[in-house]
C-alpha cells in the first residue's frame, strides 16, 4: 500500500524516521514507568538465561548420546545444530570437521526466522501481553523438556520449540518503544542489552554449577533420577526463571496496545481524530507517527510495510547483525585455536573469563552512557561509529596474532585485547541506534508488531548462516594459508565497510 504524505516538507527522500522535536513534546525526559519497564526486562533477562545456561555441559551431554557412537569428533557438529554458535572449547580440528558436515543451519534460528513475523503480527491483532506469555511458557517448557530429552532429536525438538514460540524477541522491543517516548526511548532501550549481558553471565553459571548435582552435591542428589537425568536441574532452575516472570507478566505488564481483539478499550476524541486511551506511556500517540500518515487504523497489511521507509532501518540491523554474529563466531575461534594455526591458544577458562569480562563491561557503560551519547551526537551519528568499530576490530586480529607469533602472549597482546574489548562496548550502541530507527519506522502504533517481527525475522536468517561462513572462512584460510591465513578479516572488514553505504542513507534527526 503506498503512502503519500500531505505536507510540503515530508517527502519521501526529506522525511525523518524519528519525530521532528514538537512545541507540546517536553525536552525534559519523561520518567520510565519503572514496574513496567522492570517486568518488561524480565521476559528479556530469560531468554539469555536459557540459552546460555546449556553451553558449559552441551560438549559432554552430545558425547554421551548414541548418535555420536564415542566420536568425539562428532561433537562439534552436533553441539553446532542444537547450539547458534560454535562452542569456544572446540579445537580447530574439530572445527574443521563440524565446518565439513554441517549442512544445515542453526535450527533454533531457523524456527525463530519462520514464526517471529507471524507472532510480531499476531501481537498486532490480540495484543502484546498475551504473545509474551505465550512466548515465556514455551521457553518454561522447551527447557523442561531439554532437561528430560535422552535423544539427539529430542533435543533438536526442544530447541525448535524454543525457536517456534519466541514471539518475546520481537515483542519485547515493540513494548519498549510503546512504554516510552520520544524523550526517554534511547534509555529505555539501552537498557535491553545490558539485560541480556547479565542473562549472559548468570546463564553459564547455572549451567556449569548444577550440571550433573550427584558429582557435586551426592547426598543431596541421591535418587536415582538425577543419574538418570544429569543436565535436568539446570534446566529446571533456567525454567524457574521463567516460571516466575510469567507469572510477573501476567499479574503486573498492562496491555501496551488498547483496542486489540483481547484489551478492548473506550475512544477518545482529540482533535477530531479517534484514539485509544492507553494511559501515560501507552502505546504510541498519533503525534508520535514517525510517517505522519492518518490513513490506518488498525494492523496494516504486509506489502505495505515493504517501503524504503520500513526497509533500509531494517537493512542496516540485519546487516550489522550478520557483522557482530561473525565477529561473535570468529572471536572464541580466534582465541582457542593455536598460535600455530592462527589463533591463541588460551584455554577455555581463560576465554570465558575474558568473554565475560567484555559482556559485562559491555552492559553496564551502555546502560549510563548510551542515551547522554545518543542526545549529544544523534543516532545516525553513533550508529555509523558503533558499525565503523567491527572494521577495527577485525582489523586488529592478525596484528595481535602476528605479536603473539613472534614474542608469545605478552603485554602487547592484552592491551590490544583490552583496546577490542572497548571497540566491542561501542559496537554494541549501534544495536540501540537501530532498534530507534525501526520502531520509528512503523506506519501506526498497530503496525510496530510487524515492523519488528519483520527485522526479526531477517536478522534470524542473517544470525543462522553468519556463524557458519564466518568460521568456515576462517577455518579455510588458516588452511589454505591465504594471506598469511588472515584474508577472512580483510572479507569482512571489506563487508564492514560495504554495508556502511546503508547506513550513511539513514535521515538525520533534525537539530542533530
Not at 597482546?413 to 544495536?431: A, D, I, P, T
Amino acid at each position: 500500500m503506498s503512502q503519500t504524505v500531505k505536507t510540503s516538507r515530508n517527502s519521501n527522500e526529506e522525511l525523518p524516521l524519528l519525530p521532528d522535536p514538537l512545541p507540546n513534546v517536553p525536552q525534559k525526559p519523561t520518567p520510565l514507568p519503572k514496574i513496567q519497564i522492570v517486568t518488561l526486562l524480565l521476559t528479556c533477562l530469560i531468554e539469555p538465561i536459557a540459552a546460555q545456561s546449556i553451553l558449559p555441559y552441551i560438549n559432554q551431554l552430545v558425547s554421551e548420546l548414541e548418535i555420536v557412537g564415542g566420536d568425539t569428533r562428532k561433537v562439534g557438529y552436533y553441539a553446532g545444530l542444537i547450539v547458534s554458535e560454535l562452542p569456544p572449547s572446540l579445537p580447530l580440528l574439530h572445527c574443521l570437521t563440524w565446518i565439513h558436515h554441517r549442512k544445515q543451519e542453526s535450527l533454533f534460528f531457523v524456527t525463530e526466522a519462520v514464526t517471529v513475523l507471524q507472532w510480531g503480527r499476531i501481537s498486532d491483532q490480540v495484543g502484546r501481553k498475551p504473545v509474551l506469555l505465550v512466548g515465556t511458557f514455551g521457553l518454561c517448557l522447551s527447557m523442561l523438556c531439554f532437561g528430560l530429552s535422552r535423544t539427539f532429536w529430542g533435543l533438536v525438538l526442544s530447541r525448535c520449540v524454543t525457536g517456534a514460540l519466541n514471539g518475546n524477541i520481537g515483542v519485547t522491543k515493540t513494548m519498549m518503544g510503546e512504554l516510552t517516548d520520544a524523550t526517554n526511548r534511547a534509555q529505555g532501550l539501552a537498557l535491553m542489552p545490558m539485560i541480556w549481558y547479565i542473562g549472559a553471565v548468570i546463564g553459564p553459571v547455572i549451567g556449569g554449577s548444577f550440571s550433573r548435582p550427584q558429582d557435586h552435591f551426592p547426598h543431596l542428589f541421591a535418587a536415582s533420577f538425577w543419574g538418570d537425568y544429569p543436565y535436568f536441574l539446570p534446566c529446571l532452575v533456567a525454567a524457574m526463571f521463567a516460571t516466575i516472570t510469567f507469572v510477573m507478566v501476567f499479574l503486573l505488564l498492562n496491555e501496551t496496545l488498547p483496542g486489540t481483539v483481547l484489551y478492548k478499550s473506550r475512544p477518545a476524541i482529540v482533535d477530531e481524530e479517534e484514539t485509544s486511551l492507553g494511559g501515560d506511556y501507552g502505546a504510541t500517540h498519533e503525534t508520535d507517527d514517525p510517517l505522519g500518515s492518518k490513513e490506518f487504523h488498525g494492523p496494516v497489511p504486509l506489502k505495505s510495510l515493504l517501503v524504503p521507509k520500513v526497509l533500509l532501518p531494517i537493512i542496516c540491523y540485519s546487516s550489522v547483525s550478520a557483522i557482530q554474529i561473525a565477529v561473535s563466531a570468529l572471536q572464541p575461534l580466534f582465541y582457542s585455536t593455536p598460535i600455530e594455526d592462527g589463533g591463541l591458544g588460551f584455554t577455555p577458562v581463560t576465554i570465558g573469563l575474558w568473554m565475560s569480562c567484555q559482556g559485562v563491561a559491555n552492559g553496564i557503560i551502555q546502560a549510563f552512557f548510551f542515551a547522554p551519547l545518543i542526545s549529544k551526537l544523534g543516532p545516525k551519528t553513533l550508529f555509523r561509529i558503533g558499525h565503523g568499530a567491527y572494521a577495527l576490530t577485525l582489523g586488529l586480529f592478525p596484528i595481535i596474532h602476528m605479536i603473539a607469533w613472534r614474542s608469545g602472549i605478552v603485554m602487547s597482546v592484552w592491551v590490544l585485547l583490552s583496546c577490542q574489548l572497548f571497540l566491542s562496548v561501542v559496537q554494541g550502541m549501534s544495536f540501540s541506534c537501530a532498534f530507534l530507527y525501526v520502531t520509528a519506522s512503523a506506519p501506526n502504533p498497530k503496525a510496530l508488531g510487524a515492523v519488528n517481527g519483520l527485522s526479526q525475522t531477517t536478522v534470524s536468517t542473517v544470525r543462522a548462516i553468519g556463524p557458519a561462513l564466518a568460521t568456515s572462512m576462517f577455518a579455510y584460510c588458516v588452511e589454505h594459508n591465504i594471506l598469511g591465513g588472515y584474508a577472512v578479516y580483510l572479507v569482512m572488514i571489506a563487508i564492514t565497510l560495504a554495508t556502511s553505504v546503508f547506513i550513511a542513507m539513514l535521515p538525520v534527526v533534525p537539530g542533530k
